[in-house]
C-alpha cells in the first residue's frame, strides 16, 4: 500500500503535484479561512484524485467542518473513492 500524505495547503491544493498511491491523507488546514466555497473546491479536486482511499482531517483554519450542522463534510470525496472525515478540536 502506498500512502499519500498531505498538509496545510491552505487553498493551495491545485499547485502540488500529487504522487500516485493508494491512500491519501490531508492532514489539516485545507482551507485558508474556512469558508464554504474554499471547501467546494476542495472537494472538486479531491474527487478528481484517484486514489482509491482518502481521509481528510479538518485543521484549525478549516472551520466549515468543524459545525456538526454543516453538512459539507459528508460531501468529500467523489469519484466512488472511500473517504472519512475527522474533525481536531
Known amino acids: 500500500m502506498r500512502i ?6 491552505h487553498g493551495l491544493h491545485r ?9 491519501l491523507i490531508h492532514a489539516g488546514d ?14 472538486v479536486w479531491l474527487g478528481a484524485l484517484l ?7 479538518a485543521g484549525n483554519h478549516d472551520r466549515i467542518c468543524l459545525t456538526e450542522r454543516s453538512g459539507h463534510t459528508s460531501c468529500l470525496g467523489g469519484n466512488d473513492a472511500r473517504v472519512a472525515v475527522a474533525t481536531a478540536r
Open 15 to 23: 499547485q502540488i503535484i500529487v504522487p500516485p498511491g493508494d491512500l
Open 30 to 43: 485545507l482551507t485558508r479561512h474556512g469558508e464554504v466555497d474554499e471547501l467546494r473546491d476542495f472537494n
Open 4 to 9: 499519500v500524505a498531505l498538509a496545510d495547503t
Open 51 to 57: 486514489h482509491r482511499h482518502k481521509l481528510v482531517i
